[in-house]
């Protein structure tokens, strides 16, 4: 494509971007929007379709590791950058959501927010949400990290941190790698060791959320808590 040909093309892409919203561009050209800043003078477009092709989303394109995007021919620092740095902006507005508001009245910003952080890492991560007394969040933070299908998680730390943090109640929230949500028979065990070492110092836990790339579960909400 010849860079007079790839200028006319990457401001129709914007002008239809900007007139009729994201959901009207496919994901490939969507990420071309995206690979525009660190490719200022090339097509974009086969670039977008092999990262796509190699990682099967949107979504996975950004949350793939940065040693895993260079991979990709054509792909140097620039782009790897770009794409991690789209990924932190939609975590940060994702975290932003939720913030200052009581959690359990903002559930869909909270599931919204657990899937943007997680939902397509490659090893399990174990994250919590520590609230306060009127179920606001006082912090998230990534307890542990761990294989592709287990993350160590201490009911003692969970505990500690907690105090530490002052917090009245907490969700628990962690990922499934393999897509599927379903909770394991450690998962269960693990939540209820969390409830019976929190619930003496009046901690109570609101839930707890598995993320896959397909869906979630909730404790909760399958009557396991």
């Known amino acids: 494509m010849s860079e007079p040909h790839f200028a006319g093309h990457r401001a129709r892409l914007r002008a239809r971007f900007l007139e009729a919203g994201p959901d009207a561009l496919p994901d490939y050209e969507l990420l071309e929007l995206v690979l525009f800043r660190a490719l200022p003078r090339q097509d ?8 796509l092709s190699r990682f099967g989303s949107f979504a996975e394109v950004l949350s ?4 895993r995007l260079v991979e990709v ?9 770009e794409l991690k740095i789209i990924q932190a ?3 940060r507005l994702a975290r932003g959501a939720v ?7 903002s559930w869909s910003q ?5 899937r943007a952080a997680m939902a397509f890492a490659e090893r399990e991560e174990f994250r919590i949400l520590f609230l306060d007394k009127r179920n606001q969040l006082i912090a998230d ?3 542990s990290r761990g294989t592709i299908d287990h993350t160590p998680v201490y009911p003692r730390e969970v505990v500690k941190r907690a105090l530490e943090l002052s917090a009245s109640a907490l969700i ?4 499934h790698p393999s897509g599927d949500p379903t909770p394991s028979t450690a998962d269960i065990h693990m939540t209820c060791k969390i409830v019976e070492a929190a619930a003496p110092l009046g901690i109570t836990l609101h839930d707890h959320l598995i993320i896959g790339k397909n869906g979630h579960a909730s404790f909760r909400g399958l009557g396991l808590m």
Not at 44 to 51: H, I, R, S
Not at 99 to 105: A, E
Request: proline fraction near 9%; aromatic fraction near 2%; glycine fraction near 6%.
């Open 172 to 175: 628990l929230v962690h990922n």
């Open 110 to 114: 909270v599931l919204d927010f657990c």
């Open 73 to 81: 021919e054509g792909v140097g620092e620039a782009v790897a950058a």
């Open 64 to 67: 793939a590791p940065p040693a």
């Open 99 to 105: 913030r200052d508001r009581p959690v359990l009245g």
């Open 89 to 91: 902006a939609a975590q």
């Open 44 to 51: 974009t477009k086969p670039l977008a379709k092999a990262l």
């Open 141 to 143: 933070e990534v307890l």
